[in-house]
DNA sequence: TCGCTGAATGAAAGCGCTTGCAGCGAGCCT
DNA sequence: AGGCTCGCTGCAAGCGCTTTCATTCAGCGA
C-alpha cells in the first residue's frame, strides 16, 4: 500500500543488532552463525517481511536459480505436461521455471534462448535435436549446461533424456506388419520443422523396407498436429490413395482424428481399418475402441531433464544420455486387415503393454 | 568453450574506444549518442558476441522486464493455451515468462508466488478469486501490479480478466432447461478447491431454481478433471441416481467422459441423455455428435492478461475488469429429452454459436 | 574574436547482496 | 598464566549495469 521501500537486508540487519554480512550468514546457511543470532535475524526478517532482492543475489553469485526452457507450442498437451512435472520439480529445489514458447520456428527458439540467457538461467532444457546452431553455440560459450529432451543424440555431444522416436515408429509399424497389413498409409507431422515428425516417418519407411514394401509418396500426408487436421488428412488420403488398411499417424491427435473420421463414414476401426497413434494422451486409453500408440513418458521426461540439471548444477556428473522407456500400447484400434489369412494375434479388446 | 570470463560491458566500451556510459547509452537508446558511436559500440558488442546480464541490470533500473505467472496444472490443456499465448505476447515485448505452477493448493500458490516476487517479477498474473490472503497482500506491498484471470472479481478491488462462470454456467443449464430436461445430474470439479467450479455448480442450481427446480445431492458428483473420472463419475451417478435425462460436466474432459461412457453403454446421445460440458477445447468440435459446451477463450485471456499488465508497466491505467465473451456452443449432445412434449428447438447436428 | 548554448561524452555513485579476510574473545593445553 | 586455536562476527570490496551530474567541445551570434 504505502510506497515505503521495501526493507533490504541492510534493514533487517539493523533490527537484529547484527552486521550486514552476519543478517547474510543467518539467512543463508544456519551452520555459519550461532542459534541465538539466527534466531534474531529471522525474527527480525520476519517482522519486517523481508523479501530478498534476487537480482542482487545473482549479481552477487552468479546464479539465479532459474532453469530456461524453450519449448514448442506449450499447449500441446504433451508438452504441457512435462513443463508441468518440470516446473514442479524444479520448485521443490528452489528453482524457477523460465518459460519461452515458439510455434516450431528455429529463429524464434534462438531469440528466446538468448533472452533466457540473458536473464541468467543457470540451466537450459530444449525439446529435439535440431536447431539453429547459434543455439547450441551461445550456450556453451556462455557455460550452460543444457538438456536437449525427447530425442536422443546418438553423437554424443550433447545431454539429452529422450527416447528413439525412429525405432519406436519402427516397432509400432511392425506390430501392423505382424498382423498382417501390408497397405499402409501414414499421417506425418510437419516434418520440416520438427525432427521428431521426420524420424518417426522414417522409422515407418525403415519398418516396411525391412519387409520390402515401399511407402508411396501418395500414401504419406503431412500435417499440422490436430484432430481437425487428422481428420482432414484422412479423408484426403481416402480420395488419393484408397486401398490401404492400416493408418499410422504422427501423434494421438491426429490418430484420433482419423479414428473419428472413420466412425464419421461407417468405416469399422479394426476390422476395415486399423489406426495408430504416437505419445499416448490421455484420451487415447479413454476412447472406444481404445488407441493402439506408443507411450511417450512426457512428465517423466520434464522431470528427468530437471533432475539431471540441477545435478550437473551441484557438480555431480550424470550419463551424458538418459533413454526413456517407450512402451507399444496395444488396444483396440488395430485388428488383422480384412480377408486376412494373415497372423494369429487377433485385435485385444484389453489394454496390453508389450 | 574456453573459460574465458564472458565479455562485460566495459569490454565492450574498450573495444569500442568510449566510456561505459556511452556504451551503455548506445545499447538503450539510439537517441542519446552520436550514430557513429552507436554504430561503433553496436559493432564491438556483436564482435564481442556480448550479452547484457540481466542481473546487473534489474539491480540498476529496479525493473527485471519478466512477469510471473501462477497457475493451476498447466497440463490441463485450457491452461496450456493460456500460458502460451501469454508467453508469445510479453516475448514480442522483450519480456519473459517465469511459470510456476501448483495442483490447486493454495500454500503451494503463496510459495510461489513469493519465489517470483523474489525473482523480481515485475507484475504476475493468477488464476482464480480465491487465494491465501497473504498472497494478495504480498503482492500489494511489494507493489506488484497483478491481473486475476479466468474469473472476474465483483469486488472491484483487484484488475480481473475473465468471464463470470455462474452466468455462463446458468446460461447452459437454461438451454436444457429450455429443451424440456427436468432431471438432471452433474458432474462438478473439485469445488473445495476451485472457485471455478464451484461458480459452475452454483450456477447451475441457480438455473434450477429459477424454475423451481432443486438439485438432489444424489444428482451431483465431485471429482478432479479428466475424462476417466468424467467416466467413472457418469457410471456412478447412473447407480446411484437414475433416472435423469440430462447431465452438466463441470468441465470438457468430464463431459467426454461421460459421452463416452454413454457410448460404451449403449445409451443414445442426444436422444437418451443430453450432455453439456464447459471450456470448449479442441476436441468438443471433433467428436460426433459435438459437445454442447461454453467457449472459454483461453488464449485470449492469457493475451489480455499480459496485454494488460505491459500496459499498466509502461503506465497507462485500463480498466479494472476485462470481461471475456463465453458463448454457448449448441452442437449434438445436446436434444429434448426422451417423450419431451417440450420446446421446439431440436438438437442441431450443425455447430452454431447461440 | 569571445562568450554562450546545447549536444555528446565521461566520471562516479549507487542498486542489494555475498564473501574473503581480519579481528576479537573465549576456551584449552602446557 | 601465556599463547594458540577456533568459532563467530564485522569490514569492505566487489558483482555488471544505469544514471545523475559535470565536463568538453563544436558551432554560432555579437
Given amino acids: 500500500m504505502a510506497s515505503v521501500r521495501s526493507p533490504r537486508l541492510a534493514d533487517v540487519a539493523r533490527a537484529a543488532g547484527v552486521s550486514l554480512a552476519t543478517a547474510s550468514r543467518a539467512l543463508a546457511d544456519p551452520a555459519l552463525v550461532r542459534e541465538r543470532t539466527r534466531k534474531g535475524v529471522l525474527d527480525a ?14 549479481l552477487a553469485t552468479r ?12 499447449d500441446n498437451p504433451i508438452f504441457a505436461g512435462a513443463t508441468h512435472a518440470l516446473a514442479q520439480h524444479l520448485a521443490v529445489a528452489g528453482y524457477t521455471l523460465l518459460l519461452a514458447s515458439h510455434d516450431y520456428d528455429y529463429d524464434a527458439e534462438l531469440a528466446a534462448t ?6 541468467g538461467a543457470d540451466g537450459m532444457v530444449l525439446v529435439g535435436l535440431v536447431h539453429r546452431p547459434e543455439t547450441l553455440a551461445t550456450l556453451a560459450r556462455a557455460g550452460i549446461p543444457y538438456e536437449l529432451t525427447w530425442s536422443l543424440d546418438c553423437t554424443g ?38 525432427d ?13 523396407a525391412a519387409r520390402g514394401i515401399r511407402l508411396p509418396a501418395r500414401r504419406v500426408v503431412e500435417v499440422g498436429f490436430s484432430v481437425a487436421r487428422g481428420r482432414a488428412a484422412f479423408a484426403a488420403l481416402l480420395e488419393r490413395a484408397p ?32 489406426i495408430v497413434g504416437f505419445d499416448d494422451i ?21 522431470r528427468e531433464a530437471g533432475r539431471r540439471l540441477l545435478a550437473r548444477l551441484a557438480g555431480r556428473s550424470v550419463p551424458k544420455v538418459k533413454t526413456m522407456p517407450a512402451p507399444l500400447i496395444v488396444r483396440g484400434t488395430t485388428g488383422p486387415p480384412p480377408h486376412a489369412g494373415a497372423k494369429p494375434a487377433p485385435a485385444r479388446r484389453r489394454p496390453a503393454v508389450v
Fill in 45 to 58: 526478517a520476519a517482522m519486517l517481511g523481508y523479501v530478498p532482492h534476487g537480482a542482487a543475489r545473482a
Fill in 63 to 74: 546464479r539465479s536459480r532459474t532453469i530456461g526452457a524453450v519449448f514448442p507450442p506449450v
Fill in 114 to 119: 538468448r533472452a533466457l540467457i540473458e536473464r
Fill in 157 to 194: 555431444r550433447h545431454h539429452c533424456v529422450g527416447l528413439s522416436h525412429r525405432s519406436a515408429s519402427i516397432r509400432i509399424t511392425q506390430h501392423l506388419l505382424d498382423l498382417g497389413h501390408r497397405e499402409i498409409a501414414v499421417i506425418a507431422g510437419d516434418t520440416a520443422h520438427n
Fill in 196 to 208: 521428431r515428425a521426420r524420424e518417426r516417418l522414417d522409422g515407418v519407411r525403415d519398418a516396411l
Fill in 243 to 274: 486401398g490401404f488398411t492400416a493408418v499410422i499417424g504422427g501423434n494421438d491427435p491426429l490418430a484420433i482424428g482419423a479414428l473419428l473420421e472413420c466412425r464419421a463414414r461407417g468405416i469399422a476401426v479394426p476390422d476395415a481399418m486399423s
Fill in 282 to 302: 490421455e484420451l487415447a486409453g479413454e476412447l472406444a475402441p481404445g488407441l493402439t500408440t506408443i507411450r511417450v513418458p512426457s512428465a517423466e521426461i520434464g
